[in-house]
């Protein structure tokens, strides 16, 4: 029953937020992600985990959040929905990414990304990314991107294959 309410608050909030500065999600360090202070940067959503093939991106996604740091923000979501590839507990998240590729930019806490139990950012994300025929429209596997401007608009999804620093990426991040 528990779970049932927890899950009905989730979906209470997903109905209710109707644009990404209206998320506040919880980080891997016990914190608190504010979308609404990102106003005015592009994010670059990406759901991660730690035993994937895809998992050497964190070093691009570093590079890029490094280089582009005054006009980007980059949130990890590490996520176990696909090939238990992310089975660790936050903290284990957090010591990884800060251990072996040195993660500086903000990771919420483990989350799902598909399924009955999907975190509202993501299926909020889902239905911006249908609504506007951006492809892929389902996360497809660990590392697919979401790019939102500076308005808090959905204007691109990346496949997982996609590198951060791929040129389509970095093009996309520097649309005016």
């Known amino acids: 029953m528990f ?3 927890i899950l009905s608050i989730f979906m209470m909030f997903a109905a209710a937020a109707s644009h990404i ?3 506040k999600v919880d980080a891997v360090d016990g ?3 504010d979308f609404a202070k990102y106003k005015g940067k592009k994010i670059l959503i990406v759901n991660t985990a730690s035993l994937c093939g895809n998992t050497p991106q964190y070093e691009g996604l570093e590079k890029l959040y490094k280089k582009y740091q005054n006009s980007l923000v980059i949130v990890g979501f ?3 929905n696909f090939g238990s590839q992310e089975p660790g ?3 284990e998240i957090q010591e990884f990414c800060t251990k072996k590729y040195a993660v500086t930019f903000p990771m ?3 989350i799902s990304v598909k399924g009955a139990d999907i975190h509202p950012i ?5 239905d911006e990314s249908k609504a506007k025929h951006l492809e892929p429209a389902e996360v497809t596997w660990n590392f697919q991107k979401y790019l939102l401007d500076e308005h808090g608009n959905l204007v691109a999804v990346f496949s997982p294959k996609t590198q951060p620093e791929s040129p389509e990426v970095i093009a996309a991040i520097e649309k005016k």
């Open 108 to 110: 919420a806490a483990k």
């Open 21 to 23: 500065y209206d998320f």
């Open 89 to 91: 507990s936050n903290k």
């Open 78 to 80: 590490p996520a176990n």
């Open 31 to 33: 914190s608190k992600i």
């Open 3 to 5: 779970k049932l309410t």
């Open 122 to 126: 993501y299926k909020w994300l889902l």
